[in-house]
């Protein structure tokens, strides 16, 4: 089964919802774009897995890291079913507590996607980080992962 041009965009808009709730610090809302069991994979982290850890990660980092702003861009995604495999490049700014503009991170997002209830949600995302450790924004220097 191909996706539609409908299942394209909802995909494109689960990016959007997925930047927007993290950055607002929108607990409930970056949750929401996740499966229930849905599995998030910093670099350099044990999985966040299922609604309640995905909650408290998310909390924990915004308190940690207020002033994020999320882009991602050049979404691809190929249809398995009920199912949808895609990547993404990211890229994390920030305006840090002392007024400094930071970047956060950039690298891809490597995702499968879910249609649950007639829409789409993140099934599992795997981030690979791309900017050496060393210049990595300090609230966010779990190991980073050199994509190949």
């Known amino acids: ?7 394209r965009l909802a ?6 919802r997925y930047a927007y709730a993290f950055d607002g610090a929108d ?8 499966a229930a069991d849905g599995r998030f994979a910093p670099p350099g982290l044990e ?3 299922g609604h309640a850890a995905l909650r408290e990660f998310v909390t924990a980092r915004s308190q940690e890291a207020p ?12 249809a398995e079913g009920d199912h949808a495999r895609g990547k993404a490049y ?3 700014l920030r305006i840090g507590g002392d007024g400094q503009f930071r970047m956060r991170n950039f690298g891809r997002y490597d995702d499968v996607f879910v249609r649950v209830d007639g829409g789409w949600r993140i099934a599992s995302r795997d981030v690979v980080a791309e900017l050496p450790v060393d ?4 609230p966010f220097a779990f190991g980073t992962v050199v994509a190949s």
């Not at 995909?11 to 959007?16: D, G, K, S, W």
């Not at 607990?27 to 996740?34: L, P, S, T």
């Not at 210049?135 to 300090?138: C, E, M, S, T």
């Open 11 to 16: 995909i494109q808009e689960l990016h959007a």
């Open 27 to 34: 607990a409930e809302a970056w949750v929401a774009v996740f």
């Open 1 to 7: 089964m191909s996706l539609t041009v409908e299942d």
């Open 47 to 49: 999985p966040v897995i």
């Open 135 to 138: 210049l990595v924004d300090a």
């Open 90 to 92: 990211f890229l994390a």
């Open 67 to 78: 002033g994020m702003r999320h882009l991602i861009v050049n979404i691809t995604v190929e």
